[in-house]
């Protein structure tokens, strides 16, 4: 097998949101064995959404980044405990300055093996009682803008809260 096919062939997808997905990303990319990070918006019901239209907190998406990840170097559970510490899963619909829908805490799984993995590190939480995180199953995933990719490397590290 082909370097390049055994990298396609040991990756798997991971997709959070935890507020503005500037600094989400960027904290993603940095964990050793993620492959790829990219921004965008799931979990609502409008097609192919622009930012400007998730903006108006009426699509019904979350700003979120679809992690591609190497599970030889980095565990699923690795990347859930990196999520819970990178934002604040006790607040409901925002994250530091940012307020809205768009900005949920939500681990939207993509199998069942996620879906278990995500809820038991949920329950382990010291504060699970007052966590609102959403754990949904994954719907179709769409890629933010191009200016929205690695924001926080094309912008000086210059990023939104995380």
Not at 28 to 48: L, Q, W
Not at 53 to 66: P, Y
Request: with cysteine; charged share 20%.
């Amino acid at each position: 097998m082909s370097q390049l096919n055994y990298i396609a062939y040991m990756k798997e997808t991971a997709i959070f949101a935890a507020g503005c997905f500037w600094g989400v990303e960027d904290a993603f990319r940095k964990i050793p064995g993620v492959i790829d990070v990219r921004s965008g918006y799931t979990g609502g019901t409008v097609p192919n959404p622009t930012y400007e239209q998730v903006c108006t907190n009426a699509t019904g998406h979350a700003e979120s980044v679809r992690v591609t990840y190497d599970p030889d170097k980095v565990s699923y559970e690795q990347l859930l405990d990196a999520f819970w510490k990178m934002h604040d899963p006790t607040q409901m619909n925002r994250q530091g300055p940012d307020v809205g829908s768009q900005y949920r805490s939500a681990i939207f799984y993509t199998s069942p093996q996620q879906k278990a993995a995500a809820e038991a590190s949920k329950a382990a939480l010291p504060n699970a009682d007052k966590v609102v995180t959403e754990i949904t199953e994954a719907g179709p995933f769409y890629e933010a803008e191009e200016y929205h990719q690695r924001y926080a490397e094309k912008n000086g590290g210059a990023a939104c809260y995380v």
